[in-house]
C-alpha cells in the first residue's frame, strides 16, 4: 500500500500475482510484473513464486513467463481466491471469476496467513500482476502452495515412462499398470504356437474381424496398430488440427507426438479440487482435436460416456483413450461400441494392461471408416505381427472378455483394499474417486518418499512427469493384499 515501508532490495522473495486474458504472451505477463516491481526498486530476482487462476494454468505465455523468471508456478480455483480478498480490481472480473482482482488475490493466497500486499496492482492491456510478501518473514520463500492450490512441474518431461523406474533389480513394481501373473497360461500357449507361422507374412484379416465383432462395428471401422502408443502417432501425422486440446494430467504420449508433428497444444487442466473430473466448459469451443482419458491414466479417474459424448461436435476429431477401460467391470462407460455421435470420434484400446503383454506391442482403434482408411495409409506395411495379431482375435473372444472381466472384479476389490490403507497414511489425499488399475495420491515430500521407498526395496512411479502435477504425486499400482500390505507398512515408516 502507499504507507507501507519499502520492501529492502536484497530480493526479498515474494509472490507473484498474474491475471491474464486468453493468449496473453509472455513479454507482456513480464512487463506487468517488471512494472510491479520497478514501483518497489526491485527486480525479477525477488519473485520466488508465480500464482494465478488455475483455469489459466494452461496458458503457454503464463507457463514461459515464470520459466523466464525461473521459479515454480502454481493456480488455485476460484473459491479460493475469492475466499482471499483482494482489496482492488473490477466489477467484472468479480463477476465472472468472484474475486476483483486475480493478480491480488492469487498473490495473497499463495503468500500464506498475514501476508500483505505491497502496493495495488499493475495493469496493461491484457495482465495484472500484484506482489505480495508473507507475514511472518518478508524475506523468506513460499515453501509451498497452501491448501486449494498446487505447484505444477512447468516442464514435464512428457517421454518418462512407468518402465524406468523399475529398470533396477529386485524392486517390488508398483509403477508399471501392467496386470502381474499375466499372460495367463492359454495365452502364452496361444503366442508360442504362432511361431511356426513367422516365415509367412502377417495377415491381420482374422484379427480386424474379431474387434470388429467383439465392439459390433464393421471391420472397416478398425484400425490394428502396434500398441496404442502408435495410433496416437498416426493421429498426429495425419490431421491438420487448428487447435489441438489435450486433457490433462493424463498419459504424455499424445500431447508428445503432437508436438513432434509440429502442432501446438493447448493443454485443459484438470484440478484435484473436483477431483480430476472433466467439467462442463472446460474444453475450448474452437478445438477441432481433443484427446482425452478414460479411465485417465494417472488420476484413475472415470469419466461418464455422457460427458464425453458431449464433446463431440461436427468438425472435431474427439479422441478417447480407453487403454485401461477394461479394468472398469462391465466396461460401462466405454464409447467403443457408439458410432452416431457428430464430427470424428475415435477410440483407443490396448491389450498390453489386462493380458500382460507391454511387450509384444499390439492396440488399435475405432474410428468412422474414412478416417481408418487415412490413418491406414500411414501405417507402413504389415505393422502388425503375426503373434499380435493372434493376441488381439484371441482376446477378442467371448472367454477372454469373461476372464477379463473376472480380472476387473478382482482389481476392483484389490483397489479397495489399497485405498483402505492409503487412508491411515499420515498427509496423503486420494483425489476423487479411483476406477483403474492404480490410485495417484498427493503426499507432501513425495519426491524424498520415493526415493526412500526404492531404498526399501518398492518402485513407484513420479508424478511431476505428468501436466498439471508437481512433485509431491506419487502413482501406484494396484497389487494383491499381501503386497499392498508390505508396502504400506513401509510407506508409513516413512511417513
Same mark, same amino acid.
Given at each position: 500500500m502507499d504507507g507501507a515501508p519499502r520492501t529492502p532490495a536484497r530480493a526479498p522473495r515474494l509472490v507473484l500475482g498474474l491475471g491474464l486474458r486468453r493468449g496473453t504472451p509472455a513479454a507482456e505477463l513480464l512487463r506487468a510484473a517488471d512494472a510491479a516491481l520497478a514501483a518497489h526498486g526491485l527486480d525479477r530476482t525477488a519473485v520466488a513464486l508465480v500464482a494465478t487462476l488455475d483455469s489459466k494454468l494452461f496458458e503457454p505465455g503464463l507457463h514461459a513467463a515464470a520459466r523466464e523468471l525461473g521459479v515454480p508456478l502454481t493456480g488455485h480455483p476460484a473459491a479460493v481466491l475469492a475466499a482471499a480478498g483482494a482489496p482492488g480490481g473490477s466489477a467484472r472480473v !468479480?463477476?465472472? *471469476?468472484?474475486?476483483?482482482? *486475480?493478480?491480488? +488475490?492469487?498473490? #495473497?493466497?499463495?503468500?500464506?496467513? /498475514?501476508?500483505?500486499? %505491497?502496493?495495488? @496492482?499493475?495493469? =496493461?492491456?491484457?495482465?495484472?500482476? !500484484?506482489?505480495?510478501?508473507?507475514?511472518?518473514?518478508?524475506?523468506?520463500?513460499?515453501?509451498?502452495?497452501?491448501?486449494?492450490?498446487?505447484?505444477?512441474?512447468?516442464?514435464? $518431461? %512428457?517421454?518418462?515412462? /512407468?518402465?524406468?523406474?523399475?529398470?533396477?533389480? /529386485?524392486?517390488?513394481?508398483? +509403477?508399471?499398470? *501392467?496386470?502381474? &501373473?499375466?499372460?495367463?497360461?492359454?495365452?502364452?500357449?496361444? #503366442?508360442? !504356437?504362432?511361431?511356426?507361422? #513367422?516365415? !509367412?507374412?502377417? $495377415?491381420? =484379416?482374422?484379427? @480386424?474381424?474379431?474387434?470388429?465383432?467383439r465392439h459390433g462395428r464393421p471391420a472397416e471401422e478398425v484400425l490394428l496398430t502396434a500398441g496404442a502408443a502408435e495410433a496416437f502417432v498416426l493421429l498426429a501425422r495425419v490431421l491438420r488440427p487448428r487447435r489441438a486440446s489435450v486433457v490433462h494430467p493424463q498419459f504424455t504420449e499424445p500431447e508428445a507426438a503432437l508436438r513432434d508433428a509440429g502442432h501446438p497444444v493447448h493443454r485443459v487442466l484438470l484440478a484435484p479440487e473436483h477431483g480430476f473430473r472433466l467439467l462442463p466448459g472446460a474444453v475450448p469451443e474452437d478445438a477441432d482435436l481433443v484427446v482425452v482419458g478414460n479411465p485417465t491414466n494417472p488420476t484413475s479417474i472415470l469419466h461418464p460416456a455422457a460427458a464425453l459424448a458431449e464433446l463431440a461436435r461436427p468438425g472435431r476429431t474427439l479422441v478417447v483413450d480407453e487403454a485401461f477401460i477394461d479394468t472398469d467391470p462391465g466396461e460401462t462407460q466405454s464409447l467403443a461400441a457408439v458410432r452416431d455421435l457428430p464430427g470424428d470420434v475415435v477410440v483407443l484400446r490396448s491389450l498390453t494392461? =489386462?493380458? /500382460?503383454?507391454? &511387450? %509384444?506391442?499390439?492396440?488399435? #482403434?475405432l474410428a468412422p471408416a474414412p478416417l481408418v482408411a487415412a490413418l491406414a495409409a500411414a501405417q507402413p506395411l504389415w505393422p502388425v505381427s503375426t503373434p499380435a495379431l493372434a493376441a488381439a482375435e484371441v482376446c477378442s473372444t467371448p472367454a477372454a472378455l469373461a476372464e477379463a472381466d473376472r480380472a476387473a472384479r478382482t482389481t476392483a476389490a484389490h483397489r479397495d483394499h489399497l485405498l483402505a490403507g492409503l487412508a491411515t497414511v499420515p498427509g496423503l489425499r486420494v483425489h476423487g474417486t479411483p476406477a483403474a488399475s492404480f490410485v495417484l495420491v498427493q503426499l507432501p515430500g513425495a519426491a524424498a518418499v520415493r526415493a526412500r521407498l526404492r531404498e526399501a526395496g518398492y518402485a513407484v512411479r513420479r508424478g511431476d512427469t505428468f501436466p498439471g502435477l508437481g512433485p509431491d504425486w506419487l502413482r501406484l499400482a494396484v497389487r494383491d493384499p499381501a503386497t499392498t500390505d508390505a508396502f504400506l507398512k513401509a510407506l508409513h515408516e516413512m511417513c
Open positions: !468479480a463477476a465472472a *471469476v468472484g474475486t476483483p482482482s *486475480v493478480a491480488e +488475490a492469487a498473490a #495473497l493466497a499463495s503468500a500464506g496467513p /498475514g501476508a500483505r500486499l %505491497l502496493a495495488p @496492482r499493475t495493469a =496493461t492491456a491484457a495482465a495484472t500482476a !500484484a506482489l505480495a510478501a508473507p507475514g511472518a518473514a518478508h524475506d523468506a520463500p513460499p515453501a509451498a502452495p497452501p491448501p486449494g492450490g498446487q505447484q505444477v512441474n512447468q516442464q514435464p $518431461d %512428457l517421454r518418462h515412462h /512407468g518402465d524406468a523406474e523399475v529398470r533396477s533389480a /529386485g524392486l517390488v513394481d508398483l +509403477a508399471v499398470n *501392467v496386470r502381474t &501373473g499375466t499372460p495367463p497360461p492359454w495365452l502364452h500357449a496361444r #503366442l508360442a !504356437a504362432t511361431l511356426a507361422d #513367422l516365415a !509367412a507374412y502377417p $495377415d491381420g =484379416t482374422a484379427a @480386424r474381424a474379431a474387434v470388429a465383432a494392461k =489386462t493380458w /500382460g503383454l507391454a &511387450g %509384444l506391442r499390439i492396440g488399435y #482403434l
